[in-house]
Protein backbone atom coordinates (compact mmCIF):
# COMPACT_ATOMS: atom_id res chain seq x y z
CA UNK A 1 0.00 0.00 0.00
CA UNK A 2 1.36 3.37 -1.01
CA UNK A 3 0.29 6.32 1.10
CA UNK A 4 0.17 10.34 0.89
CA UNK A 5 2.44 12.42 3.08
CA UNK A 6 2.86 15.46 2.11
CA UNK A 7 2.68 17.89 -1.00
CA UNK A 8 5.10 20.60 -1.03
CA UNK A 9 4.26 24.06 -2.59
CA UNK A 10 5.53 23.58 -5.57
CA UNK A 11 3.68 20.50 -5.82
CA UNK A 12 6.24 18.20 -5.19
CA UNK A 13 4.49 15.08 -3.75
CA UNK A 14 5.81 13.12 -0.83
CA UNK A 15 4.23 9.31 -0.52
CA UNK A 16 5.86 6.59 1.13
CA UNK A 17 5.06 2.36 1.60
CA UNK A 18 3.44 0.99 4.28
CA UNK A 19 6.18 -0.45 6.58
CA UNK A 20 7.66 -4.16 5.20
CA UNK A 21 8.49 -7.29 6.98
CA UNK A 22 12.15 -6.37 6.82
CA UNK A 23 11.35 -3.40 8.43
CA UNK A 24 11.61 -0.66 6.02
CA UNK A 25 9.84 2.08 4.31
CA UNK A 26 10.40 3.10 0.95
CA UNK A 27 9.41 6.94 0.12
CA UNK A 28 9.08 8.16 -3.17
CA UNK A 29 9.33 12.14 -4.00
CA UNK A 30 8.20 13.19 -7.24
CA UNK A 31 7.59 16.76 -8.89
CA UNK A 32 6.10 17.83 -11.77
CA UNK A 33 8.14 19.35 -14.30
CA UNK A 34 7.33 21.26 -17.79
CA UNK A 35 10.22 19.69 -19.93
CA UNK A 36 10.66 16.10 -18.50
CA UNK A 37 7.37 15.84 -17.16
CA UNK A 38 8.27 14.87 -13.46
CA UNK A 39 11.61 14.59 -11.74
CA UNK A 40 11.71 11.88 -9.12
CA UNK A 41 13.45 10.01 -6.33
CA UNK A 42 13.32 7.20 -3.77
CA UNK A 43 14.72 6.88 -0.40
CA UNK A 44 14.57 3.90 1.85
CA UNK A 45 14.41 4.52 5.67
CA UNK A 46 15.81 3.78 8.14
CA UNK A 47 18.72 3.91 5.90
CA UNK A 48 18.42 6.70 3.48
CA UNK A 49 19.42 4.68 0.98
CA UNK A 50 18.55 6.73 -2.38
CA UNK A 51 17.86 4.94 -5.84
CA UNK A 52 16.53 5.49 -8.92
CA UNK A 53 17.49 9.62 -9.25
CA UNK A 54 15.40 10.77 -12.31
CA UNK A 55 15.29 14.47 -13.01
CA UNK A 56 16.93 15.95 -9.57
CA UNK A 57 20.65 17.80 -9.08
CA UNK A 58 22.75 16.68 -6.49
CA UNK A 59 21.87 19.66 -4.52
CA UNK A 60 17.55 19.17 -4.77
CA UNK A 61 18.61 15.06 -3.74
CA UNK A 62 20.81 16.61 -0.77
CA UNK A 63 17.41 18.75 0.02
CA UNK A 64 14.79 16.34 -0.16
CA UNK A 65 16.99 14.19 1.86
CA UNK A 66 17.45 16.36 4.34
CA UNK A 67 13.63 16.85 4.14
CA UNK A 68 13.10 12.92 4.63
CA UNK A 69 15.59 12.87 7.15
CA UNK A 70 13.19 15.56 9.54
CA UNK A 71 10.69 13.73 8.83
CA UNK A 72 11.30 10.42 9.03
CA UNK A 73 10.16 9.36 12.08
CA UNK A 74 6.26 10.67 11.19
CA UNK A 75 6.77 8.63 7.91
CA UNK A 76 8.11 5.62 9.84
CA UNK A 77 5.22 5.80 12.73
CA UNK A 78 2.42 6.23 9.67
CA UNK A 79 3.80 3.24 7.73
CA UNK A 80 2.54 1.23 10.67
CA UNK A 81 -0.38 2.87 11.09
CA UNK A 82 -2.42 2.85 7.47
CA UNK A 83 -1.58 6.15 6.59
CA UNK A 84 -1.30 10.19 8.00
CA UNK A 85 -5.30 10.01 7.20
CA UNK A 86 -5.49 6.91 9.51
CA UNK A 87 -3.42 7.57 12.40
CA UNK A 88 -4.82 11.33 12.56
CA UNK A 89 -7.91 9.15 12.62
CA UNK A 90 -9.61 11.57 9.94
Given amino acids: MI ?3 MTLEDD ?8 RDDGTVKV ?3 TPDEQDCFHSMECFLPSYKVENIKG ?3 EEVDY ?3 F ?12 QEG ?3 HAAAI
Fill in 3 to 5: YPF
Fill in 12 to 19: TVITHTEM
Fill in 28 to 30: YIE
Fill in 56 to 58: YTK
Fill in 64 to 66: YLA
Fill in 68 to 79: IKEAANLIIEFS
Fill in 83 to 85: GFD
